[in-house]
């Protein structure tokens, strides 16, 4: 199925690597069309330093993101049941954000992306570990969502 949902929530372990990326993509690639934000199962950790660097590649800027739980999210007065849809990144964030939306009538899809973090012994092999899941989420977004306008 393809369309784009007037809101996507991206989440995943710690809102610190794979769903600000999936954050940042989603406003470049499909401007303001749809109300896009992330968030993890954790909010323990800071957007990660070569999330950053990947991004950065193609233009996108993630220094400003802080990283957000789905409890702070509910803390801010943001609640799941206000978007059209969920993708999670992590088994983890997957199992959550079912057992968060089990009363609502939420879309949810699982994106098995890859975790950069544990990958490559060296900066080069780490950087391009974080590409590969990078272009892995672009590549599922194309797909879900269609071409950019």
Known sequence: MTGLPHSVLFCCDHNAVRSPMAEGLMKQMYGTRSYVQSAGVKSDLEVDGFSIAVCREIGIELERHRARSFEDMR???????GFDLVVALSPASHKL???????YDLEIDYWP??????????????????????????DRMLVRFGPPA
Request: charged share 40%.
């Open 75 to 81: 803390e801010m007065g943001e609640e799941l049941s």
């Open 97 to 103: 954000a079912k057992d968060l939306t089990r009363h």
């Open 113 to 138: 992306i890859l975790d950069p973090t544990a990958q490559g012994e060296s900066r080069e092999a780490r950087l391009e570990s974080y590409r590969q899941a990078r272009d892995q989420i672009r």
